[in-house]
């Protein structure tokens, strides 16, 4: 269930039912010279619209965008601070549990928006206002990433590439997946440590190009199998969620400050 497409009366009639909605996120940033900018928000909202569509769960307008500042060299990348990140998913979630929601999977498609939605999910979560849990497509089908490709990259690689051949191949420029590659970097973390620390911030300090990984490898048939297996995952975690009473959700009680001297005032 899109909420754009919905009329008032049939969201009333679902949150009388039901309490769980669907967020999608990503970016709009450089995905290299081969793909679009909004990869990201593309990804999160196909994978989004497909698992509600499958089970008839609420699905929102996608936020297209978020935590990018790491990308600023390169054409059109946008971005917001990670404050207003932040406060804004924040206010939509409160928006939400305002028409009823108490549970959110935030699908996001960006590794820069992680651990700001964590963030957010344990605000909401603090104050027992709602269950909101952040997923990221490609961890939850490791194994089969690892199957089908020999250097998947974090950014831009082959596994996002085939999932955009997949979702909207006329974006994909076929006649660049040589130059992402031989102009960007495989992707060694290791490589990338000094004496155990991280040295750069921006991804034009470790590829030049902006991406990672060996493009040439995708096609639209891994695209989809990922993107099926993907779809899977997030509709067993809804399904999941949807199970959970409540109460099991919100945050435990405060640790007893001195539990030997309750339980002796309790034997009086």
Same mark, same amino acid.
């Given at each position: 269930?899109?909420?754009?497409?919905q009329?008032?009366?049939?969201l009333a009639?679902?949150?009388?039912?039901e309490?769980?909605?669907v967020?999608?996120?990503?970016?709009?940033?450089?995905?290299?010279p081969?793909l679009?900018?909004?990869?990201?928000?593309?990804?999160? &909202?196909?994978?989004a619209r497909?698992a509600?569509?499958r089970? *008839?769960?609420?699905?929102?307008p996608?936020?297209?965008?978020g935590?990018s500042?790491?990308?600023?060299?390169?054409h059109?990348?946008?971005w917001?601070?990670?404050?207003?990140? +932040?406060?804004?998913?924040? =206010?939509l979630?409160?928006?939400?549990t305002?028409?009823g929601i108490?549970?959110?999977?935030?699908?996001n498609?960006h *590794?820069?928006n992680?651990q700001?939605? +964590?963030?957010?999910?344990?605000?909401?979560?603090?104050?027992?206002? #709602?269950?909101?849990? &952040?997923?990221m497509?490609? &961890?939850?089908?490791?194994?089969?990433?690892?199957?089908?490709?020999e250097?998947? *990259?974090?950014?831009?690689?082959?596994k996002?590439t #085939?999932?955009?051949?997949?979702?909207?191949?006329e974006?994909?420029?076929?006649?660049?997946?040589?130059?992402?590659?031989?102009?960007?970097?495989?992707?060694?973390?290791?490589a990338?440590l000094?004496?155990?620390?991280?040295?750069?911030?921006?991804a034009?300090? =470790?590829?030049?190009n *902006?991406?990672?990984?060996?493009?040439?490898? #995708?096609?639209p048939e891994?695209g989809?199998?990922?993107f &099926?297996a #993907?779809t899977?995952?997030?509709v067993a975690?809804?399904?999941?969620?949807?199970?959970?009473?409540?109460?099991?959700?919100v945050?435990?009680?405060?640790?007893?400050?001195?539990p030997?001297?309750?339980?002796?005032?309790?034997?009086?």
């Amino acid at each position: 269930m899109f909420l754009p497409h919905q009329s008032w009366p049939d969201l009333a009639d679902y949150v009388a039912d039901e309490s769980l909605a669907v967020v999608p996120l990503g970016s709009t940033e450089q995905h290299g010279p081969h793909l679009p900018e909004g990869t990201d928000y593309l990804i999160a &909202e196909a994978l989004a619209r497909a698992a509600t569509d499958r089970t *008839g769960y609420l699905c929102t307008p996608p936020i297209p965008v978020g935590v990018s500042s790491h990308h600023r060299q390169f054409h059109g990348t946008m971005w917001v601070d990670p404050p207003v990140f +932040r406060d804004y998913v924040e =206010n939509l979630s409160r928006n939400l549990t305002y028409h009823g929601i108490d549970r959110i999977v935030y699908v996001n498609a960006h *590794g820069g928006n992680v651990q700001h939605l +964590r963030e957010v999910g344990r605000r909401l979560h603090e104050d027992e206002t #709602a269950f909101a849990i &952040e997923w990221m497509w490609d &961890e939850s089908i490791p194994g089969l990433i690892e199957d089908v490709f020999e250097t998947p *990259g974090p950014h831009g690689g082959p596994k996002e590439t #085939a999932m955009i051949m997949h979702i909207a191949e006329e974006l994909v420029h076929d006649d660049r997946l040589e130059d992402a590659r031989d102009g960007g970097a495989i992707f060694d973390y290791e490589a990338e440590l000094v004496h155990g620390a991280r040295i750069f911030y921006d991804a034009i300090e =470790n590829s030049p190009n *902006g991406v990672f990984g060996d493009q040439t490898d #995708a096609t639209p048939e891994i695209g989809e199998r990922l993107f &099926e297996a #993907a779809t899977e995952q997030l509709v067993a975690l809804l399904e999941w969620l949807d199970d959970q009473p409540f109460s099991d959700l919100v945050a435990s009680p405060h640790v007893d400050p001195q539990p030997a001297e309750s339980g002796r005032n309790s034997n009086r």
